[in-house]
């Protein structure tokens, strides 16, 4: 696991692994190689300015990953997996891909109301912008709610702000805020927590049908790997 975007979400991952796997005993648990060194750049402010300074440090701890033995890489957080891609070209393993695994739950689960499906994704302001869920899904901008961009992108950066910073008890509560908003405002079928600070406050939240949680479903498939591969 390539962790450290940011260090809280790492640890929030770690834990809903460790809780979904259902293990008795120590020996049950799903083995895992975490390898969190916070020194990746600013995932949304690359994609926003054209580097690829981030891809270049995801890759290196990759192929640190790939030497240690590993058969799977899964990376928390959701971002990052703007160049997912390229890394899936450059690696001998497999990257167990949140955007994939997220957008075949979605599918699956709300396949009744494809392609004009109402989605509101929430994340950082590359997530945001670049919809990185929506080619998987397959619905279009014309189906989606005529949400004002520049207010919930806002919102949501400072949400994962105050979380990287420590203040919890805040994010949370203007995060459970914002939910009644949004529903209130489009009537979504879907908000996507398209963050992993996100999930890692999103409490209770994530038990709502209408909220969908991608680190709880990488987790899930992080686990199914292991099963079949084991």
């Known amino acids: ?46 994609i926003s300015t054209g580097s690829d300074r981030p891809s270049r440090k995801i890759l290196e701890r990759a192929r640190w990953l790939e030497s240690a033995g590993c058969g799977a890489i899964a990376i928390p957080c959701n971002t990052a ?21 997220t ?3 979605i599918r699956e689960q709300y396949r009744h109301k ?6 509101i994704l929430l994340g950082t302001n590359a997530t945001m912008e670049h919809n990185l869920f929506r080619e998987g899904i397959g619905s279009s901008p014309a189906n989606d709610p005529a949400q004002d961009l520049h207010d919930l992108k806002e919102e949501a950066a400072t949400l994962i702000s ?31 927590l398209g963050c992993s600070e996100l999930s890692a406050i999103s409490g209770n ?8 949680d991608p ?14 591969n084991r």
């Not at 680190?215 to 079949?228: M, N």
Request: net charge positive; aromatic share 6%.
């Open 1 to 46: 696991m390539i962790g450290g975007m940011g260090s809280l979400a790492t640890a929030h991952f770690l834990e809903v692994l460790a809780l979904k796997c259902g293990a008795d005993r120590d020996q049950d648990h799903i083995p895992y190689v975490a390898l969190s060194l916070p020194d990746i750049p600013d995932r949304s402010l690359a």
């Open 81 to 101: 997996h703007f160049w997912a891609p390229q890394l899936k070209q450059r690696l001998t393993i497999t990257l167990i891909d949140l955007i994939d695994a």
């Open 103 to 105: 957008t075949r739950a």
């Open 114 to 119: 494809l392609p004009t499906l109402r989605l």
């Open 162 to 192: 105050d979380v990287k910073s420590g203040r919890i008890v805040k994010a949370r509560r203007n995060l459970s805020r914002m939910i009644r908003g949004i529903r209130a405002s489009y009537n979504p079928d879907v908000i996507v």
């Open 205 to 212: 939240l994530s038990d709502d049908e209408d909220v969908i």
């Open 215 to 228: 680190i709880d479903i990488l987790a899930g498939a992080s686990i199914a790997w292991w099963r079949r």
